[in-house]
């Protein structure tokens, strides 16, 4: 039987949700699942695979946002994609090779949850339903992919800058994102003061405004105006594939965040299994914290809970 602090877990995962990827199952297979999820912190930095690692476990983030980067020859860095609590990470690239295509690293410190690999293996070949939920996210991941390039191929920084904050804006419950300027420059792969002239152009128009702790997102619907395509294609090819991903709902006062009960509720849990705290982080991560010698997970340990 489910020790009460799994129980109080699932139940928060399911109705908040905390991963809409594990809310949207069915209650049989989200139940094969349960017995393996491990709940664990992801501080900001910490690399959880290296390219060409062994891929032992598939993540879903809650409140946590991971960028797969590629690691260029010369030290730059080029992001790939972006993983939230809309679904999952560690799976794709490894039902043959189980290596890691790139860098996978925090960009935004929060709690996720975790399946062993051979467990998640088991429970796709086993559960019908479970394998179609799987099939449908990884093919929403291949068209951010595919117009993630094409994006970066033919427009201008400014869209592509628009198009990524909204990605974050996307995938978290405050309106701040702790983001630097270096660090976007970095996910952009331009310069850095390339990055702080877009950023100046969007405050003047009061679609932002930049303050100590990040940047704040003052007026979503004209970023949105100001965002290339691929943002609104890659929206659509989500919410026509794993439908409620993304909540379809005015963004402007932050009004999907999870019920105030629900959230006590998991954090609670949280804190009862060892964690200090898990409420919303605005740490910087700057992008010394992806382009330097790596933290990994056993020199800077999740707290596990």
């Known amino acids: ?114 399946v062993p690999l051979d467990a998640m293996h088991a429970a796709i070949q086993a559960h019908p339903a479970l394998q179609r939920q799987v099939l449908a996210y990884n093919e929403a991941l291949l068209a951010q992919a595919y117009h993630t390039v094409a994006c970066n191929a033919v427009h201008p920084v400014e869209a592509r800058c628009c198009r990524w904050l909204l990605s974050t804006h996307d995938r978290l419950d405050q309106d701040t994102l702790p983001h630097t300027h270096e660090f976007l420059a970095e996910m952009l792969g331009v310069q850095r003061s390339t990055v702080s ?35 609104r294609k890659i929206r659509f090819r989500f919410d026509r594939l794993l439908p409620g991903t993304f909540a379809q709902v005015d963004r402007t006062a932050s009004a999907t965040s999870t019920p105030p009960g629900l959230k006590a509720a998991a954090k609670q849990f949280f804190i009862s299994r060892g964690a200090a705290s898990i409420s919303s982080s605005t740490d910087h991560c700057s992008s010394s914290a992806l382009g330097r010698a790596p933290r990994r997970p056993e020199s800077v340990p999740c707290a596990r809970l």
């Open 1 to 114: 039987m489910p020790s009460e602090g799994r129980r109080t877990l699932s139940a928060a995962t399911r109705s908040a949700p905390d991963n809409r990827f594990l809310a949207a199952l069915d209650a049989e297979d989200f139940a094969v699942l349960e017995p393996h999820l491990e709940a664990l912190v992801l501080p900001c930095g910490t690399v959880l695979y290296e390219p060409g690692d062994p891929i032992s476990y598939t993540y879903f983030p809650h409140d946590a946002i991971v960028s797969l980067v590629d690691v260029m020859e010369d030290g730059r860095l080029a992001e790939v994609a972006m993983f939230g609590r809309e679904g999952l990470f560690g799976l794709l690239s490894a039902f043959v090779s189980r290596e890691a295509f790139g860098r996978y690293v925090v960009q935004i410190p929060g709690s996720a949850s975790r």
């Open 197 to 231: 002239t877009v950023l100046r152009s969007l405050q003047t128009s009061r679609l932002i405004e930049q303050q100590r702790g990040g940047i704040n997102v003052l007026d979503r619907a004209g970023l949105e105006h100001a965002a290339c395509e691929c943002y």
